[in-house]
């Protein structure tokens, strides 16, 4: 059939950019002004150049803060990935097990990320969380406070509580929608359990897994609530994440100049894996079909 | 699909609207003992701290977003391909590609050799006529 091309239909598109425009467009126009001039306040700009990017390329601070985000969202992804899996692969397919599992694995994700920071915070104290007194009575060392280790392990565990469900409920669904008959010739063929996960359920998920990473490192590279409840950042730096220094910057130091700079790399950085993960996943979509 | 539109008066408005924004920042900025003062604010005391570098940087990418969908008027399609990448790019694809990876040579330039920006300026324009040719 042959395609009927009016571009006309492009106006069709004009309420969502004007939407757009005042959310983002103007937003990120103010902060790339921002980032080539220095203030001290009552909107009076000096301009600065390219100062406070030279500031920010060439600052540990920086690269510390970033080093430790993509820390973080190896870890998690590594932890994360394969324990959904396992979880998805050990959930009830049929009976009342199958509510009560989604349910509970519901829960966690529609915690607002602010009472997940508050739950953890109180739940890991030495002195009435249930957590950080009981490791306290069993004579381990824990001490999120103080310890960066300990402070490193509570985020971690934080995070995986708090959004393994999610990988879970993604491989669920991509394992319920694989055919019975798979399974049926896999067992005629006397396969294994491994290579019936191999060969069948592995690819099956394949594509809610790249969703699942996609999603889980792009949250885990933006995380700023439940850490800077939890732990402030701290101690000292060692929880202090990219979006955690930015608004230390911003808000705290009020240095608009470079955390608009900062702003700017960081949002870059985000744009490039978004696109490099939109464009895998639009591509396996084209080679599946 | 090849189609061919008259693209020349579409053309022509983007590139008087063009000329006529820069021309109206331009008239914005104080002079002082004849010359102009190219970084000041273009609207002093606004929240939103205009200067002439960035209105002209916005000017040019909004330019280029014009320029892309003249092009798509005149060649409908998007010319579709598959290049060095391996995969399908449009030419919207191709600009994405190419404004991205100048802001990062730019970033690596200011990172690694200093702020002069002509040569980083030149590498991404070379690159763009890299992405827009091969990929």
Redesign the interface.
């Known amino acids: 059939m042959e395609?009927t091309?009016n571009?006309r239909a492009w106006f069709m598109v004009l309420p969502v950019l004007l939407l757009v425009a005042f959310s983002a467009v103007?937003p990120l126009?103010?902060v790339?002004?921002?980032s080539?001039?220095d203030?001290f306040g009552?909107?009076?700009?000096f301009?600065a150049?390219?100062?406070w990017?030279?500031e920010i390329?060439?600052s540990d601070r920086f690269w510390l803060a970033m080093g430790r985000n993509l820390a973080f969202s190896a870890i998690i992804l590594a932890i994360e990935i394969p324990l959904g899996i396992f979880i998805a692969l050990n959930m009830p397919r049929k009976g009342w097990g199958v509510p009560v599992c989604l349910v509970l694995m519901a829960l966690p994700l529609l915690i607002p990320w602010n009472v997940v920071g508050t739950i953890w915070q109180v739940f890991g104290r030495i002195d009435i969380g249930l957590l950080g007194r009981t490791l306290y009575t069993l004579g381990i060392d824990y001490n999120y406070v103080n310890d960066p280790i300990d402070a490193w392990v509570t985020v971690i565990v934080m995070d995986v509580w708090h959004w393994t469900s999610l990988v879970v409920l993604l491989c669920y669904a991509g394992l319920v929608s694989i055919p019975e008959a798979y399974y049926q010739a896999a067992k005629i063929d006397g396969a294994s359990r491994w290579a019936v996960f191999r060969y069948i359920q592995l690819p099956k998920m394949s594509r809610v897994l790249l969703i699942a990473i996609l999603l889980r490192f792009m949250d885990s590279f933006m995380i700023y609530t439940e850490p800077f409840v939890v732990t402030g950042g701290g101690p000292g730096n060692s929880t202090t994440f990219l979006s955690i220094d930015l608004v230390k910057m911003a808000i705290g130091q009020f240095d608009l100049g470079p955390a608009a700079a900062m702003s700017i790399?960081y949002f870059?950085i985000i744009?490039?894996m978004s696109?490099v993960f939109y464009?895998v996943m639009t591509?396996y979509d084209?080679e599946k079909k | 699909m090849t189609q061919t539109r008259r693209w020349q008066i579409p053309l022509a408005v983007v590139l008087a609207i063009y000329v006529a924004v820069v021309w109206f920042f331009m008239q914005r900025l104080p002079v002082e003992d004849g010359e102009r003062d190219w970084f000041a604010s273009l609207f002093p005391r606004s929240w939103m701290a205009w200067s002439f570098p960035t209105a002209l940087f916005f000017s040019t990418i909004f330019l280029l977003l014009a320029l892309m969908a003249v092009w798509e008027y005149a060649r409908p399609g998007g010319h579709p391909r598959v290049g060095i990448l391996r995969f399908e790019t449009t030419r919207g694809d191709r600009l994405f590609v190419s404004l991205l990876g100048s802001a990062f040579i730019h970033l690596a330039w200011l990172g690694l050799v200093g702020p002069g920006l002509w040569w980083a300026l030149a590498l991404s324009v070379v690159y763009a006529i890299g992405v827009f040719r091969y990929v």
Do not use: C, D, P, R
């Not at chain 1, 009552?42 to 700009?45: A, E, R």
């Open positions: 395609k091309w571009n103007i126009m103010t790339v002004n921002y080539v001039q203030t009552g909107n009076q700009f301009w150049g390219t100062e990017f030279e390329l060439s790399i870059l744009l490039a696109w464009t591509n084209a």
